[in-house]
Structure formats: structure tokens, C-alpha cells
């Protein structure tokens, strides 16, 4: 946004220099990305008045001319072919230093002859002073211009300009009198208000309004509020000098008086407006309405549209006139043989402008403001400012009344919003009474307007009840009144204290001290984590083999816009996530792979009501094991992962939570091996998760070829599972003892079968271990051998090996009792 400094001393006196505004913007909010200061050291360069003009003897095109620069009259030779005697011009003289343009360096004037004739200074174009970009011929001032005054006195020429920043919520600094009541509140100033006077002077005569247009909104929602006015017998033509002046800095071209004042309104108010030619607009009609199928609209950029019946346009009786708040249509504009105008200032649905803006790829100044929101209480201000302007500057009759619409939704009143001095004050850490904020605030229009007490978490507070201008739509809350107290404070003058916070121990939540201790856990076992997109498809989930009832496979969620067919359902369980990654590792000859992962399931579930997304979510632990299992780091020997050892692993996992569970032989669930696996199930019968082999049918669908087990844990689950309580059990002060023992058994008997063989007592007994399952030579087919180690420790002294063997053969003797079971 460029803002002019000419334009801004309008409304505020600013006496500070063009930096120290600079500074004041940016800490503002409003970072000025370029300063350019135009006519600045052009100290040779003064108005001077052309004597005489005559054709120069030696050549077509150029003139030689006589110029008064207020001290002596000099001769000219000039190439422009619009000078003329009697102009008002800049004049160069002789020592002046034009500054540097189009590449080329400074350029100092100095005496010259051009084809024999002297030349003692020079006749300069705008773009020579950098005071624009046209060269068509010389600046030609007004007659009022007195010669020898300096370019830097001359109204309207000399200018600074800013060029800021203006962030989405802060429409109203789209506008120089935005910026100029930021200014005037910042170095504590009045802000002359440009409306005032004209609105008084506003004079009505004639015909009313209503009864020379009449005026029909269709389209509510896309326009909440609409006004126009009626202003006859105007004179179109070319603009007088403070407009132009003013136009031109904001890097706008004038184009006719009605069109430039429309411009200069919505630069000045950030409100865009419309000129209709009146007597262009059939039956005198205007319609807000959406556009109809096969409707076209050729807009101002001389482009021919094709609407959409998404689009809501500004019509008359016979087709749309406007794509309304982004563009005006080239029929109802205004021209040079317009008489009657008719005056639109709307409010329009920022999403609406936004959308159809999108949608024909067509960006303008009144759709970048329009989108962002202008004022929605200042639409009949600006009408009646604008239409004043215009007869003001043009002539004219402006008729009695305006036509107008507001929807019932639209507001009417400043919206209200409290402000507690004690929270401001503990947010920023200054002191701040009721009375510094009310002046504060009071100069970005925000008016208190009562004190009273706010409830907050049932207690009362003194407060502040302030009424929120329409041109500040981002004030909402008491924290956004907070932030505009900091921005008049100045945020560098605000106190660096970091808060003081009491250190206290907090317990962590128990769902996260129990995913800590499931991942510190795995980690010492030897598992890495991973961390998965969370996203699947249709195709993964009917790889796991699930039944059909299954509510991995049933309740999934699919999303609106996938990326993609790969990534277009909520997981419901993270195990296609950690299956795909050891199909990766195994791709790349990575073959030995421990996985986990606690990862999130989501499930389709019923809506309670409109606000409630339909989903339900839970976290999921997912452990995936590939290839071999190296014993230990010294002795180098592997082993296939294998159902014990995953096994082996999660009653791991579950001692450290100290949680007991029951295990169930033989899975359900579609993707594990129907004999090598168990479900896992707490004291009150609830499934605390599933792990097993992993299925022949889902290994080949994922392609992997190497030995894979998995399990499927659910952390809830095991929270509302009893823990046993943590005991301290002194340490052994005296070794132990061990026997082994190696049986035979069918293939049916488990492991814990052996085990419950086992009196529940046996005296001096600590530990029975399993250390291996043989199946192959030697052993009878459908059979295995299990070779097992029993410990023998007393807790005060060393036994003696009577007192061993005595215990280890009550042992020996309760599995020989079970005639499944062969000692060896």
C-alpha cells in the first residue's frame, strides 16, 4: 500500500521527519517495506514561466523559447512538442543536478548551443525530476504558480511516499485516513475528519432519488447493505490539479473527474464506490442479484466474462452491469457525454467478493479491500461524502435521498466488547488504570462507553465496556483491546521481564506416563520407534485379511480430499503403516528389523450432534519384528524372530507397567497365524490386545519374505487394568543354584501346561526358565523338545546340594506325574 505524506498532512499535522514517521509506522504494525522521497534535492530546479516559443531555424523539433525563472530571463532550446508560450513549467537552471534515471547516472545542467542556438537551463518532463513516469512531454503547471519558487514549495509535486505493509485483519489501513488516525493517535494529535465539512455542506435538490431509479436486492447474503445516490447534470472532464496530484502518488492515472473522485474516496476511506451513467442502465433499474446461466459481462479491463450462476452481480432490467465488488462493466461506465450518474457505496460478504474473484482470476483494488471487509456502518457516510465530492468538483444536482437496503443481519450499532484493567495490566506487566486506557484507546475511536463489573469463573471484576468502531472488524475479544493498548504503548517500551513461574513437580496425565514407559521400554529391548503417516487406504487394510465384521475393517474414516489412493482413510490400526515399513527395509537389504509404534486409530462412530465430528480415536501400540534376533553382543549367535520371542517382549513390556493379564491360545484376528498367536485379555475378561506369527495370506500380500511376527496392543485397555503393587524385594545376598531339565511333548502341550504340572510351592524354588525349543532329529514326529533351567536360592544362606536335589527332584517328580510329559 503507498501512502502519500502530502495526502496524510490533510487529516493530521505532521512535522516529524520522514524517518521518524517511518519508525512510527513500523511500530505501528504497519512495516514500511521502501521510503522514496520525490523532488528531494532538486535544489536548482524552480517554476518558471515560457516568454516566448518559436521553432528553432536548424531544426523541425526543436523550439527555441525565452524563460523567466523569477531572477532573469534566459534562453531555451526545448524538444518537447507541448510547450508553449504563457506555460507555467519547471525550470533547471544552469548547475542543477537532475538525478539518475533509466540506468544512466546524474545529470548536471550546464550551458550548451544546440544547432547554434544558446541554451542556459532546461524545460524538464516529470519522469526527468523522478516526480513520475511519463515523458510525453513537459510538466505544465498551474497558472497560479509563481516563477522562482522551489520545486520543493510548489503544492502537490515534492512528495514523500511509503510503502507498508497492511496485514488481512487491518482493512482499514487500506485507506490514508486509516493510517492518518494511527499517526495522529501516535503523536498525539487531531484528526480532521474529511467528511465533516462536506456531509454539512451537502446540498439536495430536485426530483428524489427513489423516483428517478428504483432499487432491488435479490441477493441478501452476498449484500447485506447497499446505497446509492442520484447526481444530474453533472460535467464530466479532466480533474483539477489536487486530484491528479494526489492520484499520482498513490501510482494511480487520472481518467475523468467522476472516475478520479471515486478512486480518491476509496483511497482515502478504503471504501470502494461505483459511477453508473444513469441513463446507460435500462429501465432505470438496479438489481443485486446472482448471475443466470449463459449471462456474459464485459468488464472494464475490456475482457468479455462468462458468469456462473455462483456469481452475484449488479444488474439492470436487461443483463448485469457489475461483477459486483471486484469489477464494473464497460456499458454503464462513465464517459465523456455522461450527464446523470448513479452513485453505488455497498457493503459486500467478504467470502462472496473473495470467491468470484478466485473463480475468473481477477484481482482489483475494491476486491483486495471488499475482501478483507470494509466498514460496514460507514456505507451511507461515504455515500453522502462521495456524492457531495462529486457535485462539489463536477457540478451537478445531487437529487434528495438516497435507495438503499439492509439486511436484517447486517449490524446497525457498534458492536461492544469489556476490557478488565487488572488483566491488561498482568498481561503487558505495566500498571495501567482505567482512565490511561480510556485515553489510549480513545484515540483510535474506540469509546468507553460505562464501567461495570465482568463475572469471570463466578467472581466480579472492574471492567470496561468500550464500543467498537465498524472500520475495526478485528477487535472482538478483551485480548484484541489488550494488543491496541500494547500497540499505543509502544511494544519497545514495554518492560523485558520474564515471568516468574513457581516450580512445583506435576504428575504427568496417566495415559502419557504409560506411553513413556511403553516406549523407554521397548527401546531397552532393542525396538526402534517409528513415526507413520497418518493415513491408509482401502487396499492396506484389505491386506490384513480382517473379517468382515471386524471394526478395523468396517468402521474406517475416509477423507474428503485425499492426496491420493494410498493416503485416503483415518488408520484404524497402525499396522499396515509398520508392515509397509519392513517391506521398505527389505527392499533395501535391511533385513533384521524390530519396530513399534503408538500410533492413533480412528473409527466412524454416531454423531451426537452438529458439532461433533463423528469420529472416535484411540491410541494403538504396534510392534512389528522381521528377520533374525541376535542373542547378545558378544556371542554374535541369531535367531528367526519367532511367536516366543515376541512373546517374550510384550510380558516384558508388561512387568514394567506391573499390569497381569490372562493369555488366550489362538487369535481371531484375520492377520495373525491361527496356532501362533494369543489375545491378550485383563482380569475382567476386557481384549487388551493381540500378537502372533503374522499370516501367511497377509505376509505375501505385503510382500515380505523374511520371518515377521506382530502384535496389537490397546493402551486404554491396560490403563483400566489393576497394577500390582510395587514392592521392594531385597537383593539376593547369596548365590543360587540351578538344575536342568529337558522333556519331551506333543505339539499341543503349551508351555504353561508344564508349568501348572508344578506344585504351587516348591520349597527354595526362585525361577523356572525356558530356554529352548528343539524340533528335528531325535525328537518323534509332532513333537518338540523344551530344555528348561530351575534356579534354587535361599534367601539367608547357601543351600547345600542335599537340600537342592531333595527340592529339584519334587520337581522331577510332579512332571513325571503328568503322562504328557517325557524326561529326558
Known amino acids: 500500500m503507498l501512502i502519500s505524506l502530502n495526502w496524510l498532512k490533510r487529516y493530521v499535522d505532521l512535522t516529524e521527519s520522514a524517518e521518524d514517521i517511518s519508525y512510527a509506522l513500523t511500530a505501528l504494525g504497519f512495516e514500511v517495506e521502501s521510503l522514496e522521497n520525490r523532488g528531494a534535492g532538486l535544489d536548482g530546479v524552480v517554476v518558471g514561466e515560457v516568454k516566448t516559443c518559436a521553432k528553432h531555424p536548424e531544426a523541425d523539433k526543436l523550439s527555441v523559447c525565452t524563460v523567466f525563472d523569477g531572477v532573469e530571463t534566459v534562453p531555451v532550446v526545448c524538444g518537447a512538442p507541448n510547450v508553449a508560450a504563457g506555460q507555467k513549467v519547471l525550470f533547471a537552471r544552469v548547475g542543477a543536478v537532475l538525478p539518475a534515471r533509466n540506468g544512466n547516472e546524474e545529470f548536471k545542467i550546464k550551458k550548451a548551443k544546440l544547432r547554434g542556438q544558446d541554451s542556459f537551463g532546461m524545460i524538464c518532463a516529470e519522469d526527468e525530476l523522478g516526480l513520475g513516469e511519463s515523458h510525453d512531454g513537459i510538466l505544465v503547471l498551474g497558472a497560479d504558480a509563481v516563477p522562482g519558487t522551489a520545486l520543493a514549495d510548489v503544492p502537490g509535486l515534492a512528495d514523500t511516499l511509503f510503502e507498508i505493509s497492511v496485514t488481512p485483519n487491518r482493512p482499514d489501513a487500506l485507506g490514508h485516513l486509516g493510517v492518518a488516525r494511527e499517526l495522529a493517535a501516535r503523536f498525539d494529535r487531531p484528526l480532521r475528519a474529511p467528511a465533516s465539512h462536506l456531509q454539512a455542506a451537502l446540498a439536495e435538490s430536485g426530483t428524489k432519488a427513489a423516483d428517478l431509479v428504483s432499487l432491488t436486492v435479490e441477493d441478501a447474503a452476498g449484500c447485506p447493505r447497499y446505497t446509492g445516490r442520484v447526481i444530474t447534470g453533472v460535467r464530466v472532464g479532466p480533474s483539477p490539479d489536487w486530484l491528479v496530484h494526489l492520484l499520482k502518488s498513490a501510482g494511480k492515472k487520472s481518467i475523468n473527474n467522476v472516475v478520479d473522485l471515486t478512486n480518491f474516496a476509496l483511497l482515502e476511506w478504503g471504501q470502494p464506490s461505483h459511477a453508473f451513467d444513469l441513463d446507460a442502465l435500462a429501465g432505470k433499474t438496479v438489481v443485486v442479484r446472482k448471475a443466470r446461466s449463459g449471462e456474459k459481462l464485459k468488464t472494464l479491463d475490456g475482457v468479455e466474462r462468462a458468469l456462473e450462476p455462483a456469481d452475484f452481480v449488479i444488474a439492470d432490467a436487461a443483463a448485469p452491469q457489475v461483477l459486483a465488488g471486484v469489477m464494473g462493466g464497460e456499458a454503464s461506465g462513465v464517459s465523456a457525454a455522461t450527464k446523470n450518474i448513479f452513485l453505488e457505496v455497498a457493503y459486500f460478504d467478504p467470502r462472496a467478493v473473495r470467491a468470484q474473484a478466485r473463480r475468473h482470476g481477477l484481482s482489483s483494488d475494491s476486491s483486495y479491500r471488499f475482501e478483507r471487509g470494509v466498514d460496514p456502518l460507514a456505507t451511507a457516510r461515504v455515500s453522502d461524502y462521495l456524492a457531495a ?436
Open 389 to 824: 465530492l462529486i457535485a462539489a468538483v463536477c457540478g451537478g444536482t445531487v437529487a434528495p435521498g438516497r435507495v438503499e437496503f439492509t439486511a436484517p443481519s447486517h449490524p446497525a450499532a457498534p458492536r461492544e466488547v469489556s476490557l478488565r484493567p487488572a488483566r491488561a495490566s498482568r498481561v503487558l506487566g505495566v500498571p495501567l488504570d482505567a482512565d490511561r486506557i480510556e485515553g489510549l484507546l480513545a484515540g483510535l475511536e474506540v469509546k468507553a462507553l460505562r464501567r461495570e463489573p465482568v463475572e469471570v469463573g463466578g467472581v466480579d471484576y472492574p471492567a470496561i465496556r468500550f464500543a467498537i468502531p465498524g472500520f475495526r472488524g478485528d477487535l472482538e475479544r478483551e485480548v484484541d483491546l489488550i494488543e491496541e493498548v500494547a500497540r499505543r504503548l509502544d511494544y519497545n517500551t514495554l518492560p523485558a521481564v520474564l515471568p516468574l513461574f513457581p516450580l512445583k513437580p506435576v504428575e504427568l496425565p496417566p495415559g502419557e506416563a504409560q506411553a513413556r514407559a511403553i516406549r523407554a521400554t521397548l527401546r531397552d529391548l532393542g525396538l526402534n520407534e517409528a513415526l507413520s503417516l497418518r493415513f491408509t487406504s482401502r487396499k492396506a487394510l484389505a491386506a490384513l485379511n480382517l473379517a468382515e465384521g471386524d471394526p478395523r475393517h468396517r468402521d474406517f474414516v475416509p477423507l474428503l480430499n485425499p492426496l491420493s489412493e494410498e493416503w485416503e482413510l483415518l488408520p484404524t490400526t497402525p499396522l499396515p503403516a509398520l508392515l509397509q515399513a519392513l517391506e521398505r527395509n527389505q527392499n533395501t537389504q535391511e533385513q533384521d528389523v524390530r519396530l513399534f509404534e503408538i500410533g492413533r486409530a480412528f473409527h466412524k462412530r454416531p454423531r451426537t450432534d452438529a458439532r461433533d465430528s463423528g469420529v472416535r480415536e484411540e491410541p494403538v501400540l504396534g510392534i512389528a519384528l522381521m528377520g533374525e534376533w541376535k542373542e547378545s553382543s558378544w556371542s554374535g549367535q541369531k535367531q528367526s524372530v519367532d511367536f516366543p520371542r515376541l512373546k517374550g517382549v510384550v510380558e516384558n513390556l508388561l512387568e514394567r507397567l506391573r499390569i497381569e493379564v490372562e493369555w488366550a491360545p489362538g487369535s481371531s484376528a484375520g492377520f495373525l497365524h491361527p496356532v501362533e498367536s494369543a489375545d491378550l485379555k485383563t482380569a475382567s475378561g476386557e481384549l487388551a490386545g493381540v500378537l502372533g506369527t503374522l499370516h501367511p495370506k497377509t505376509q505375501a500380500a505385503y510382500g515380505l519374505k523374511l520371518p515377521v511376527v506382530v502384535a496389537e496392543i490397546y493402551p486404554e485397555v491396560l490403563l483400566r487394568a489393576p497394577r500390582r503393587e510395587l514392592k521392594f524385594k531385597p537383593f539376593a545376598s547369596h548365590s543360587g543354584s540351578t538344575r536342568d531339565v529337558n522333556v519331551v511333548v506333543a505339539e499341543s502341550v503349551r508351555h504353561a501346561d508344564i508349568l501348572d504340572s508344578l506344585p504351587a510351592k516348591v520349597e527354595n524354588l526362585v525361577e523356572s526358565r525356558l530356554n529352548s525349543v528343539y524340533r528335528g532329529k531325535g525328537v518323534p514326529e509332532g513333537h518338540k523338545a523344551l530344555h528348561y533351567t530351575f534356579t534354587y536360592r535361599h534367601a539367608e544362606r547357601t543351600l547345600t546340594d542335599d537340600e537342592v536335589n531333595g527340592a529339584h527332584e519334587t520337581v522331577r517328580a510332579a512332571l513325571l506325574k503328568n503322562p504328557d510329559i517325557q524326561i529326558k
